[in-house]
C-alpha cells in the first residue's frame, strides 16, 4: 500500500513538473524581464501537489475498504469532493453558526487559497499533512486487520 501511495506521488510530482517550464517562458516574456508573482506561482505548486497527495491518500483508502475497484473509486471521488467542495459549499450558504469557521478549516479549499497567495504558512502545510498522515494511518490500520 505503501509502494501504491509512493508511485503515486511521483506520478503527481512528474506531473507538476513541466509547469517550471512554464513559469520560466512567462518570466522571460515579461515586460519587463521578470514580471511574474513567482511566489504566488511556487505557492500554488505546493498547494497543488499537496492536494494531489491527498487525494491519493483518500483513493488508498477507498481502495482499504472495498475490493471492488469502482465502489473504491467512488468513495475515493465521494470523499476528496467532500473534503474539498462540500464543506466550503456548506460554509458559503451564509450558515450563521460557530461551527461555521470549523467546517471550513477543515476544507481543503480553503487551505489552497491559502496557499495559492503565495504563502506557504506552516499551518496549511500542517493541514495537508496531517490529513495524508491520518487517512493514509487508517488505511494501514484497515488492512493489518484483514
Known amino acids: 500500500m505503501v509502494a ?11 506531473a507538476l ?5 512554464y513559469l520560466y517562458s512567462l518570466y522571460q516574456l515579461g515586460d519587463p524581464v521578470g514580471n511574474i508573482d513567482v511566489a504566488g506561482f ?26 471492488n475497484q469502482m465502489i473504491a473509486f467512488l468513495w475515493g471521488v465521494f470523499l476528496s469532493f467532500l ?3 462540500g464543506l466550503s459549499a456548506l460554509v ?8 461555521a469557521y470549523y467546517l471550513e478549516a477543515l476544507s481543503m479549499r480553503y487551505h489552497y487559497v491559502q ?5 506557504i504558512d ?13 487517512v493514509l494511518g487508517i488505511s ?3 488492512l493489518e486487520r484483514a
Not at 46 to 67: N, P, Y
Not at 92 to 99: A, F, G, I, N, V
Not at 115 to 119: A, C, H, Q
Request: cysteine-free; overall charge negative; proline content about 3%.
Open 4 to 14: 501504491k501511495y509512493l508511485a503515486a506521488l511521483l506520478l503527481i510530482f512528474l
Open 17 to 21: 513538473l513541466p509547469t517550471w517550464g
Open 140 to 142: 494501514i490500520e484497515k
Open 92 to 99: 458559503d450558504l451564509q450558515w450563521e453558526h460557530p461551527l
Open 42 to 67: 511556487a505557492g500554488s505548486w505546493v498547494g497543488l501537489f499537496l492536494i494531489g497527495a491527498a487525494f491519493v491518500a483518500i483513493g488508498v483508502l477507498g481502495s482499504a475498504f472495498s475490493q
Open 115 to 119: 496557499l495559492s497567495r503565495g504563502v
Open 122 to 134: 506552516m499551518e496549511n502545510v500542517a493541514y495537508f499533512t496531517g490529513l495524508i498522515v491520518l
Open 83 to 85: 473534503l474539498y467542495s
